[in-house]
């Protein structure tokens, strides 16, 4: 479903707009969504990006341009999750803080990947797949492992 409070620029291409769930984000020029892909309220998408299926991406994040994003790709905005408050109660928006994090311009995110709320990852970096990044990730960077690592230059290497 995509909700009426979406902004989609110019030649945005969404698959199968029947499956995924979009609401209160702005999706940039020439971006392709795929299939069972969430796009939560605030988030912000470059031009010409690519989501690949069965991608989360939650609130807070800012992705710029050019950012290829694999499948099952899962962010984060929260760094102490809880179900309840210490009363028992559920938790509600006023509960918890909101962790930015930002994905700079022409990055790429293999599947499977987990980005920790509060992380940047810097220009043209590239993120295993599987990885689990839970500290910034250097401009040109490559990426592996749990927790991520770097293990070269994406500038060098590919």
Partial sequence: ?????????????????ELVNLY?????????IGAFVEVQKGVSVGAHCKISSHTFVCEGVDIEDGVF???????????????VTEQGALQTEADWKLV??????????????????????GAGALVGAGAVVTRDVPDHAIVAGVPAKVIGDARTEY
């Fill in 1 to 17: 479903m995509i909700k009426g409070d979406v902004q989609l620029a110019e030649g945005v291409l969404i698959h199968h707009p």
């Fill in 24 to 32: 209160g984000c702005t999706i940039g020029k020439g971006t392709k």
């Fill in 69 to 83: 994003i694999g499948h099952g790709v899962m962010f984060t905005n929260d760094i102490y999750p809880r179900a």
């Fill in 100 to 121: 930015k994090t930002r994905i700079k311009a022409r990055v790429s995110i293999g599947s499977n990947a987990t980005i920790l709320a509060g992380v940047t990852i």
